[in-house]
């Protein structure tokens, strides 16, 4: 007795995918930090409004808002690849805050033809990277991060990303203080 086309394909589709990992399994490949970019900046998201991000070396920390929405992440930098863990409260009704958390990763491009720098990535729940879906950031031009130490990350904003003389933040700061 021969099995029905449909159910063969879907078995077949099954088989490959499961052998690939998974479309939430590819690999992100890392290219080189493009000229003058850096992840220390003002952001502007889409998905979570204003974000404050100040890379020291190969680390990164930051803090995010929008409406309802309070969140950090902090990652390490490799490359034009940020891979971050990101915490977020969200106070759909007063007193009662829910907490999610998972990871992401932001890869930066320099868009030359609107002379700007942007993130593009995306978020995961818990362990997984991808899947929860796009996030996606335009960098200000104008503004330096403010991560709740009451100064601006002006004075650790050179462009390779690495903190100046006299920036006190260690590259293991967690996100305890924002």
Not at 15 to 30: D, E, K, P
């Amino acid at each position: 007795m021969r099995a029905p086309m449909g159910k063969v394909w879907v078995f077949v589709a099954a088989i490959v995918l499961a052998a690939c990992g998974g479309a939430s399994q590819q690999t992100l490949h890392v290219k080189s930090m493009p000229e003058g970019g850096t992840f220390t900046g003002v952001w502007f998201s889409p998905q979570y409004g204003e974000m404050h991000i100040r890379q020291n070396g190969a680390t990164a920390i930051g803090r995010y808002t929008k409406d309802e929405r309070v969140g950090r992440l902090q990652g390490n930098v490799e490359g034009d690849v940020m891979r971050f863990e990101w915490s977020e409260k969200r106070e759909l009704i007063v007193g009662r805050p829910v907490q999610t958390r998972g990871h992401g990763y932001f890869r930066i491009v320099k868009d030359d033809v609107e002379n700007n720098w942007k993130l593009v990535g995306e978020w995961g729940n818990d362990a997984a990277e991808r899947g929860g879906g796009p996030w996606n950031a335009v960098k200000s031009k104008t503004r330096k991060p403010e991560l709740g130490d009451g100064q601006s990350s002006q004075r650790g904003a050179s462009s390779d990303g690495d903190a100046e003389e006299g920036d006190t933040k260690k590259p293991d700061d967690d996100l305890s203080d924002l």
